[in-house]
């Protein structure tokens, strides 16, 4: 067996007819018409000016009592993975910036081409190729072959149908891609107009755009349409249906294809072909509809399975929940930059001509920043927590039960929603921590917001998710009368009425050390929030029209089940054992500071429901900075612990060495503008108007 099979093989092992037509277009007559992490505390009080590139390789030796417990294999690999991109000149990415569209895409290209060249060579697991690809840092079509064209096919296909493609696509001998969103409907799935149907009659158009590797690269898409069969609609379903040739990549008969055009920021998210894709009378044979959740029969009978429909969405739910983890690296590296950057950085300081004050010294610096370093962590944890409770809804699934399906969709569309509007927001927080130079290309922070920020809204609208949490927790209470005892994430909600009754216990600062007193306010403020919402709902007639007019309320109410969720999975890991001398020690530092950064941020909440008192609220404040001269001796030791290279990074503000003003000097000079030390249009343009003026002043 070749090398490349082997791994294949594993990779496989390890993952667990009749003529039909699609069309987009309504005036279409035929079948299927388809419309690790370490954390080497120092003990210098992480006031190095940070260290030599010599001192890189020393101090990242790390030993293993260092190493936290939480990803042991994972740590080793992303370690792996990280050099092995760093040191190899193809995947080099500081000239991004400088490239055109076609170059910048072109090169995304050869670096996906190269990296799966590398993975079948070295014989890659799958984790270590996910983690190559992290590393690489680069969207790419490949992002959404392996995180939703595959997962697709493996959540809604039938045992045939994943034997039949997915061979081809783990080879990647089709490539293929999520085509979900149209042009009028994203949000709105069941609204989607592109059917599949055996005798379509409108006459209207309508194009599938957004999807990411679509518009040049796809061979296949799975395409979700509204299906109709026997003149009936029986919703949203995915279909596998090919785009482009794979002899010569034209696109195949019906099918228009093409790139949408340039996106936010220059290089950032532009190495993507997110595409337009619009169908004319595109026939596809009968078994390429995924089936798992609905069969459609020879005759064109439907037959449902015994999975739920809501599976249909279940890749969604699987990309939500990676999104989680995902928030937690880009925030990490941010904070990393902005950590490192300000040990170096010096503004002021003493009157007497001495050395001046490290701006992270400073407490506003410190209020700023050390939050966002918690945050990263805590979304570490609750991403990690995240995976395991969609592993349990898998293997729950696959035992045909189905009860924590809904509890499993508003935890990941929750959770990705908080994370990855904190963590947007937190990147542009560390541009403005690095003063003028985060807003220099080379900082590295412009381009990370661009890549991150569409987070916000794909995989989702965070507002539409959080209505979709709402939803759920307005169920919850509902059922709170019934009996049901809620259950999971909501079982604190079987406690309501003492929760309503509470009153928190803090009378000094140090109070607000307890878990369980921070647990319990966080409780208290969730559960007040539903009820109150549950009750202004309840006053209305029509539900539907009541959650209309309540959804501001209803999105802070589950912003605050979320946020509890974070806070209390941070409490849980650090029940567990920790290795590494005060480690444990620091992270819960952090954790105090996660849960009373958010206090202090929803302080109207906590107070308008009567959970604290604004003594308690003050106590807590006083704690917080307390905790923030706790974090400063090891803040750097915290953001090296996340590991990242240097070429990982890209920021000169961010080196591990620190070596951030000569480094900049030298980045400046490498800009095309300065290849000449006259510019090109000197002679055009400024040398007329002065000498326009010379006239003009000796008239
Ligand atoms: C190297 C490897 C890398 C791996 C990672 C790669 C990832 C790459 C990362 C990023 C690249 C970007 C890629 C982006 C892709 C996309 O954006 S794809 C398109 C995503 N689109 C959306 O997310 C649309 C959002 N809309 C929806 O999800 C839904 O339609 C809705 C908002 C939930 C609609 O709600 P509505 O109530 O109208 O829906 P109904 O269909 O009527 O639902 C009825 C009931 O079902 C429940 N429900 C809804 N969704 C789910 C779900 N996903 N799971 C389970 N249950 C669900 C809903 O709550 C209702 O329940 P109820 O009847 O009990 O109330
Ligand atoms: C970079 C990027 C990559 C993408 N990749 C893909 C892909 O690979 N495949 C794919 O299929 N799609 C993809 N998408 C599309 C993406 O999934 C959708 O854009 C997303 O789901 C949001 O839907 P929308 O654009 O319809 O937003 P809209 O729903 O139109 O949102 C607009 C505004 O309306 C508000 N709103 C909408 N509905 C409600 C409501 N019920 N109540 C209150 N407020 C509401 C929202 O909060 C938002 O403020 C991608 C998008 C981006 C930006």
């Not at 619009?278 to 459609?296: A, K, S, T």
């Not at 008192?613 to 974090?631: C, E, F, G, I, W």
Request: with cysteine; net charge neutral.
């Amino acid at each position: 067996m070749s090398s490349a099979q082997g791994f294949l093989n594993d990779w496989v092992e390890s993952r667990v007819g009749l003529g039909s037509n699609i069309s987009n277009s309504r005036n279409t007559s035929v079948s299927y018409n388809i419309k690790g992490c370490w954390i080497p505390l120092t003990d210098n009080g992480g006031r190095r000016s940070l260290g030599s590139r010599e001192e890189q390789g020393s101090v990242r030796c790390r030993r293993d009592e260092d190493r936290l417990g939480w990803f042991p294999p994972h740590f080793d690999v992303s370690d792996r993975m990280a050099r092995l991109v760093a040191s190899d000149p193809v995947f080099r990415k500081d000239n991004r910036a400088m490239l055109s569209r076609k170059e910048l895409f072109k090169n995304t290209l050869r670096k996906a081409a190269h990296a799966w060249k590398r993975i079948i060579e070295l014989r890659l697991s799958e984790e270590e190729a996910s983690e190559m690809r992290f590393y690489v840092d680069e969207p790419a079509f490949t992002d959404l072959h392996w995180g939703m064209f595959v997962p697709a096919i493996k959540g809604q296909g039938t045992e045939e149908q994943q034997q039949k493609w997915l061979p081809l696509a783990y080879k990647m001998q089709i490539i293929g891609c999520y085509a979900q969103t149209e042009l009028g409907h994203g949000s709105n799935v069941q609204g989607l107009e592109t059917t599949a149907t055996f005798d379509p009659e409108s006459d209207e158009f309508s194009f599938i755009w957004w999807p990411g590797g679509l518009g040049k690269v796809s061979t296949h898409a799975v395409v979700y349409a509204r299906l109709i069969t026997e003149g009936q609609e029986h919703g949203v379903h995915g279909f596998i249906v090919q785009l482009r040739s794979l002899d010569d990549h034209m696109p195949l008969p019906g099918i228009t294809v093409g790139d949408i055009g340039m996106k936010f920021g220059t290089g950032a998210y532009n190495t993507m072909d997110n595409g337009v894709l619009r169908f004319d009378n595109v026939r596809i044979p009968r078994n390429q509809m995924l089936m798992r959740v609905m069969r459609v029969t020879r005759e064109g009978k439907c037959v449902q399975s015994n999975v739920p429909r809501q599976l249909i969405y279940g890749t969604m739910v699987y990309v939500r929940q990676t999104i989680v983890s995902d928030a937690s690296s880009a925030l990490s590296r941010a904070v990393c930059i902005a950590t490192r950057y300000s040990a170096v950085r010096r503004q002021f300081g003493p009157q007497d001509g001495g050395v001046e004050t490290q701006v992270i010294d400073y407490k506003t610096q410190q209020s700023r920043l050390f939050p966002l370093l918690a945050s990263a962590y805590a979304f570490r944890f609750v991403g990690e927590w995240l995976k395991w409770l969609y592993l349990d809804v898998t293997q729950r699934l696959q035992a045909n039960d189905f009860s924590t399906l809904p509890e499993a969709h508003a935890c990941t569309a929750g959770l990705k929603s908080l994370t990855t509007s904190a963590t947007a927001d937190a990147i542009e927080e560390c541009r403005k921590l690095c003063g003028g130079h985060g807003y220099l290309s080379s900082s590295g922070l412009p381009e990370l917001f661009a890549v991150y920020v569409p987070a916000c809204t794909y995989e989702g609208d965070n507002v539409v998710l959080l209505l979709q949490v709402a939803r759920f927790l307005m169920k919850t209470v509902s059922q709170l009368g019934s009996g049901k005892k809620p259950v999971g994430t909501t079982a604190y909600m079987a406690r309501a009425e003492d929760l309503l009754q509470s009153r928190c216990s803090v009378q000094k600062a140090e109070d607000w050390l307890k878990p369980s007193v921070i647990l319990e306010a966080f409780e208290a403020r969730a559960v007040r929030m539903c009820v109150a919402c549950a009750q202004s709902l309840s006053k209305f007639q029509n539900p539907e029209e009541g959650f209309l007019e309540l959804s501001a309320d209803l999105v802070e109410a589950a912003i605050a089940h979320c946020q509890l969720i974070v806070v209390s999975k941070f409490i849980e890991k650090l029940q567990q054992d920790i290795p590494g001398k005060g480690v444990k020690q620091q992270l819960q530092i952090l954790c105090y500071i996660y849960a009373l950064n958010l206090l202090h941020k929803h302080l109207g909440d906590f107070l308008s429901t009567g959970c604290i008192t604004p003594k308690q609220a003050s106590l807590a404040n006083d704690h917080l900075r307390s905790l923030y001269s706790k974090v400063r001796p090891n803040a750097i030791a915290l953001v090296d612990a996340f590991n990242y290279t240097d070429h990982f990074l890209g920021s000169v503000l961010g080196r591990y060495d620190g070596n951030v003003y000569p480094k900049l000097y030298e980045e400046a000079w490498k800009d095309p503008l300065n290849d000449s030390v006259v510019p090109d249009g000197y002679q055009e343009y400024i040398r007329p108007m002065l000498k326009q003026q010379l006239r003009n002043a000796r008239l």
